[in-house]
């Protein structure tokens, strides 16, 4: 299987802040990358697909990059309904893996 | 709108086999533009796929889990099941069947809202 470390694990953040989260896939991907946001209690909810491309009805401070083995979400602005766990998915080849989930969590 | 909804129980017993169902509400499980699938999230913790199956019944698992899964359609009734068995507490979790695109591969747009499944004696 290809494993999916994102980092960091868990960070603090204001309102307005640039956020960075990276995925590092154990293997290359090539672009097979997608970004998921997930609030507690709720399903996950895709961001990005293709490692950039911005799903339809999602903000544009949220973006994607990257190719091969690492990858990263980026959150222009943070903004107070971006309080939650995100998480990469790989899905080059099966099974499907995920990352371990990124908490970002209010300074 | 296309609605999943799983079902089944809540607990279960170690070593017995963990069942559920998803109906699917909104739409058809035949049409032939997606894989319906099952996603794991153990609490507090991050997700795992667990497999899918197509309407015509193929379907592909988690070579983790292969041995102990089943997932299986009922075209008439518009849903598709899930069996584990020989569970252990390493199963519980909340349990999500989602609808997946066929041509993309990330394309997890429809989940139900997920059924808590605990393991325990």
């Known amino acids: 299987d290809i494993q999916m470390t994102q980092s960091p694990s868990a960070m603090s953040a204001s309102v307005g802040d640039r956020v960075t989260i990276t995925c590092r896939a154990s293997?290359?991907?090539?672009?097979?990358l997608a970004w998921f946001q997930q609030k507690p209690g709720k399903v996950p909810k895709r961001l990005i697909y293709a490692s950039s491309s911005l799903q339809s009805g999602v903000p544009s401070r949220f973006s994607g990059s990257g190719s091969g083995t690492e990858f990263t979400l980026t959150i222009s602005s943070l903004q107070p309904e971006d309080f939650a766990t995100y998480y990469c998915?790989?899905?080059?080849?099966?099974?499907?893996?995920f990352g371990q989930g990124t908490k970002v969590e209010i300074k | 709108q296309v609605q999943l909804q799983e079902s089944g129980p809540g607990l279960v017993r170690p070593s017995q086999t963990l069942s559920l169902t998803c109906t699917v509400s909104?739409?058809?499980?035949?049409?032939?533009?997606?894989?319906w699938s099952w996603i794991r999230q153990p609490p507090g913790k991050g997700l795992e796929w667990i497999g899918y199956?197509?309407?015509?019944?193929?379907?592909y698992y988690n070579p983790s889990l292969k041995s102990r899964v089943t997932i299986s359609v009922d075209t008439s009734k518009n849903q598709f099941s899930l069996k584990l068995n020989s569970v252990t507490a390493a199963d519980t979790a909340v349990y999500y069947c989602a609808r997946r695109d066929y041509y993309d591969s990330s394309g997890y747009t429809y989940w139900g809202q997920g059924t808590l499944v605990t393991v325990s004696s």
């Open positions: 293997q290359g991907i090539s672009n097979y």
């Open positions: 909104g739409g058809s499980i035949s049409s032939g533009d997606y894989y």
């Open positions: 199956i197509y309407y015509s019944g193929s379907t």
């Open positions: 998915l790989q899905h080059n080849s099966y099974p499907p893996t």
